[in-house]
């Protein structure tokens, strides 16, 4: 079954940190440019980051430059989202994405102020 799945979230102080996971499963992963998006309540979905097949080519956001960190392990069929420094604002639902239409169930990141 082609899917992804997320993990990770959940509810953190300001300044604290998570570290999503998204595995990958019914597809060659290391094909495939990864990104992470989110959504918050009552705005549009939005994308954070972007890895390359290979780790390469990486993009993110500007709210999210220098405090998260995208990364995969091919072997693992595992993209990850490493958030630091979290703010009240980067709460939303985080969603992997493989490029088009396959998204995961997205994982809730709440961080309290």
């Known amino acids: 079954q082609v899917q992804l799945v997320e993990s990770g979230g959940g509810l953190v102080q300001t300044g604290g940190s998570l570290r999503l996971s998204c595995v990958a499963s019914?597809?060659?992963?290391?094909?495939?440019?990864m990104s992470w998006y989110r959504q918050a309540p009552g705005k549009e979905r939005e994308l954070v980051a972007t890895?390359?097949?290979?780790?390469?080519?990486?993009n993110y956001s500007d709210s999210v430059k220098g405090r998260f960190t995208i990364s995969r392990d091919n072997a693992k069929v595992t993209l990850y989202l490493q958030m630091n420094s979290l703010k009240p604002e980067d709460t939303a639902v985080y969603y992997c994405?493989?490029?088009?239409?396959?998204w995961g169930q997205g994982t809730q990141v709440t961080v309290s102020s």
């Open positions: 019914g597809f060659t992963f290391n094909n495939y440019r």
């Open positions: 890895i390359g097949s290979y780790g390469g080519s990486i």
């Open positions: 994405n493989r490029p088009l239409t396959l």
